[in-house]
Nanobody, 123 residues
Framework: QVQLVESGGGSVQAGESLRLSCAVS????????MSWYRQSPGKQRQLIAR???????DDADTVKGRFTISRDNAKNTIYLQMDSLRPEDTAIYYC?????????????????WGQGTQVTVSS
């Protein structure tokens, strides 16, 4: 069993900061790329930041310069530092990871999702 558990969401005022965390646990052989997505009511889930196992990161234009994704491979955890938050950043934020499970003889890769954490930014 593999679990992704997000934490760090909450309600803040515009201009403030939050830091989200996503920790992977369970029968994990290795964790490949991990990402943060967000979904606002009535909208499709949107990719906002991605980081490879080697630490190469990329993020969407809508959050560039304000959000920073980082990773601690020893803890199988990623973070999303969100600064200068705006009301339009209000959404449920989801963690996604591509994970190899099993042993060397039985390796298989799957995509896993966390349960989501609510971020609300008021003006």
């Amino acid at each position: 069993q593999v679990q992704l558990v997000e934490s760090g969401g909450g309600s803040v005022q515009a201009g403030e900061s939050l830091r989200l965390s996503c920790a992977v646990s369970g029968n994990v052989f290795t964790v490949n790329a991990m990402s943060w997505y967000r979904q606002s009511p009535g909208k499709q889930r949107q990719l906002i930041a991605r980081i490879t196992s080697g630490g190469s990161a990329d993020d969407a234009d809508t959050v560039k310069g304000r959000f920073t994704i980082s990773r601690d491979n020893a803890k199988n955890t990623i973070y999303l530092q969100m600064d200068s938050l705006r009301p339009e950043d209000t959404a449920i934020y989801y963690c996604n990871a591509y994970i190899y499970t099993g042993t060397l003889a039985t390796l298989r890769e799957g995509a896993y999702w966390g349960q989501g954490t609510q971020v609300t930014v008021s003006s």
